[in-house]
């Protein structure tokens, strides 16, 4: 019904009666406690919990469809939605340019990849599961730790050239870094160090602060201050020399890196595979 928009065509599609079909959505919609759809003269549309109830439906059928191929061997067997979120530079740098490889494998799974700054809430937003960059907090999920990212201090050569390289700390104070804060309006804490297992925080001129990993990093190749950020998502950078590491001597606490999914006796198939895929895929990239 809701591909079709329509209660006749629904009916028509199954070989009911038009009254039918509409008595059963209402019985639904009694039992629930809710509206599932908006109802017009010319259209039916589901409503916000109408297109929650419908997605959590398609994943059912899906996982029920899966069952069929649990102990065959063959890729193509494997088949249903994926729902995973994880930070951009993750993303863009690590799983999209190898992702090909595994869709071709598995042409039956359909993937929804959510890549943003924002904590999405793993079990009512329904991902199956996610990439989780920095310390955890006790979320209820089950974690699975992947390694860790090395941190490097960042400038672009334009920047160095206007007010040339930091050599101690010290001289961090007549410097600029551009602060990252996930909610603006926080107060930056400056350049972090990690030295003898405890975290320092230097206090650092800069004008600019940004909430966006994408937005972070323009900003130092714009020459607005210093970053730091994980080798990984700037090595590309730093071999064309567009970014210059800096400080070497003194880098932040490196970056754990977890995959975090939803309490379940049994994970399907499907998201059993992705995970596996995933887990290799980063462990091989991680320091």
């Not at 916000?48 to 069929?68: F, I, K, P, T």
Request: aromatic share 6%; proline share 5%.
């Amino acid at each position: 019904m809701t591909e079709l928009e329509s209660f006749s065509r629904a009916a028509d599609t199954l070989g009911l009666p038009k009254g039918s079909v509409s008595r059963q959505i209402q019985a639904l919609e009694g039992m629930l406690g809710t509206r599932l759809l908006h109802r017009t003269t010319r259209r039916v549309q589901l409503t916000q919990d109408g297109m929650v109830y419908y997605e959590r439906c398609r994943d059912l059928l899906a996982n029920l469809d899966e069952l069929d191929g649990l102990f065959l061997q063959d890729p193509k067997s494997v088949s249903g939605r994926l729902r995973v979120d994880m930070p951009v530079g993750v993303a863009k740098n690590l799983v999209i340019p190898r992702l090909p490889a595994f869709l071709q494998q598995y042409p039956g799974i359909e993937l929804e990849l959510s890549s943003s700054d924002r904590m999405v809430d793993v079990v009512r937003e329904g991902f199956d599961c996610v990439v989780r960059v920095g310390q955890l907090k006790d979320s209820g999920q089950v974690a699975r730790p992947l390694g860790k990212l090395t941190l490097i201090n960042c400038a672009s050569p334009d920047y160095l050239a206007r007010f040339g390289y930091p050599e101690s700390l010290d001289d961090l104070t007549s410097h600029a870094v551009v602060h990252y804060a996930l909610n603006l309006g926080s107060r930056p804490q400056g350049f972090e160090v990690w030295q003898d297992k405890n975290t320092r925080w230097i206090k650092t001129g800069g004008v600019i602060t940004v909430n966006s990993t994408e937005t972070y990093q323009a900003a130092c190749l714009a020459g607005l201050g210093i970053i730091q950020v994980p080798r990984i998502g700037v090595k590309d950078l730093l071999k064309s020399k567009k970014l210059v590491e800096i400080l070497p001597q003194y880098r932040a606490e490196p970056m754990p890196v977890s995959l975090l999914y939803p309490h379940r006796r049994n994970l399907s198939r499907r998201v059993h595979l992705f995970m596996e895929w995933l887990t290799g895929l980063v462990k091989g990239y991680v320091d």
